[in-house]
């Protein structure tokens, strides 16, 4: 079963709005989460690392301020797309780090669509 | 900096083929090597990895052995099934401290087996 969830996979919501999605480990605690984005027919491009109980590193053209991330707790990372638009739809995958089986799990994924 | 180059697909084969998908990186150091598959409208999934030179991983009938000599890691199978359909991603993560799990991934490589 999955180790890591994400929620929610699917997502629609209208321009101007903010959209949280979660992330979670299930059954390790993850000091460490890494937030994904993929464009259609793209790879996945890394937009932030989240570290519990401090900010998160953003890589670099990602907009910080847009792409509120939060890692409050040690099984959960929260990226918050705020005030969102057209072009901010897309597929976002966090992954986290499992330091006991030192592996990284993907969550399902979340489609987000801005309408 | 890291990168890891993919070859291009699609990739189109018949059931029982053989199958390879080539992985090349970049990277300082001794990273960890991994790949990633997502089947239609899912996350990824790990399929296997390798994180030092020499190392083979294999799942489900795919292998890659983790070549320093010509920085590669190659994907392959004796026999592909419909199954196997989906976009493979050969990825890399530096080794070790607080970068491990901050993946590149390649642009992907999208398989399709027939009958």
């Known amino acids: 079963g999955a180790v890591v969830s994400q929620h929610p996979s699917w997502v629609i919501c209208k321009s101007g709005t903010s959209v949280k999605i979660e992330c979670r480990s299930l059954d390790f605690q993850a000091t460490t989460m890494f937030w994904y984005r993929q464009f259609p027919k793209q790879s996945l491009m890394l937009m932030a690392t989240s570290n519990e109980g401090s900010k998160a590193t953003y890589e670099q053209g990602v907009e910080k301020d847009k792409f509120l991330i939060n890692h409050a707790s040690l099984t959960l990372s929260t990226l918050t797309v705020t005030s969102a638009h057209p072009e901010d739809s897309s597929f976002y995958i966090c992954?986290?780090?499992?330091?006991?089986?030192?592996?990284?799990?993907f969550g399902e994924g979340s489609w987000l669509t801005v309408v | 900096g890291n990168s890891v180059t993919q070859m291009e697909g699609p990739v189109t084969l018949s059931e029982e083929a053989f199958l390879t998908i080539n992985c090349t990186y970049t990277?300082?150091?001794?990273?960890?090597l991994f790949w990633y598959v997502q089947y239609p409208g899912e996350g990824l999934q790990l399929l296997l990895k390798a994180t030092k030179a020499d190392d083979k991983g294999s799942n489900k009938g795919f292998e890659a052995t983790y070549r320093k000599e010509t920085t590669s890691f190659h994907l392959e199978k004796g026999s592909v099934q419909v199954s196997d359909s989906a976009v493979y991603f050969c990825a890399l993560s530096s080794a070790g401290g607080t970068s491990y799990g901050k993946l590149t991934f390649g642009q992907g490589t999208i398989l399709t087996v027939h009958p």
């Open positions: 990277a300082t150091g001794y990273p960890s």
């Open positions: 992954s986290a780090r499992d330091p006991g089986r030192n592996t990284i799990y």
